[in-house]
Structures are given as C-alpha cells and as structure tokens.
C-alpha cells in the first residue's frame, strides 16, 4: 500500500520559512522523482519544485531563489524549504511520487496535503 504523510505546514508571518516534510511508503522511493504541488483557493494544481531519481531539480519561477527541494533516499523522504515567505505562497501543499516505466507508463501518487497560510 502507497503512502504519502505531507506535514509541516502552518500559519507564519511573511517573510518567514517553512520546512515542509513528505514521508513515502511502499513504492522503491529512489526509483521514483518526487515533486510539490500546491493549489491555492479557486486556482488550479500547479507545481512547484521537482526532484528526479537522480537528484537533479527544477522549481517553478515563483518558488526560484527562496525555495529548496532536497530528498533523503535513506529516509524515503522529500523535503520542501520555504524561505522568505509571502501571502501569495499561501495553498495546500501536496507531496508527489511519480515515475514512468514503458511496462507501466507513468504512476503518480499523492499525500494528503499540507496547509500553509502566510498572513501578518
């Protein structure tokens, strides 16, 4: 059975950092890339930060400069720092496992997700 727990989300001022946690089970993490996702009220699904099997990394251009996705294999486990915060960073964050195979095509599976306000 596939799970993805998200955590760390909360309430924080701007300007502040978040760290945001995504704990995988039962799927060989490393073969998987791992992404977030965030959905802000009224808007759609949008990505975030990606990190491949092989560690390299992509970030969408609002999240370049003051997020960072890092993966830790031994754990099965991606992490998401949020730096410098603003209110429009405001969504629900969700933990991603994806991965595409020619006998399978792609799989993706998702966490619950995280809440993460920023307000003053």
């Known amino acids: 059975q596939v799970q993805l727990v998200d955590s760390g989300g909360g309430l924080v001022q701007p300007g502040r950092s978040l760290r945001l946690s995504c704990a995988a089970s039962?799927?060989?993490?490393?073969?998987?890339?791992m992404a977030w996702y965030r959905q802000a009220p009224g808007k759609q699904r949008e990505l975030v930060a990606r990190?491949?099997?092989?560690?390299?990394?992509n970030y969408a251009d609002s999240a370049k400069g003051r997020f960072t996705i890092a993966r830790d294999n031994a754990k099965n486990a991606v992490y998401l720092q949020m730096n410098n915060l603003k209110p429009e960073d405001t969504a629900v964050y969700y933990c991603?496992?994806?991965?595409?195979?020619?006998?399978?095509?792609?799989?993706?599976?998702w966490g619950q997700g995280t809440q993460v306000t920023v307000s003053s």
């Open positions: 991603n496992a994806n991965r595409y195979t020619l006998a399978e095509g792609r799989r993706d599976y």
């Open positions: 039962g799927i060989s993490f490393s073969m998987f890339a």
């Open positions: 990190i491949t099997s092989g560690g390299n990394t």
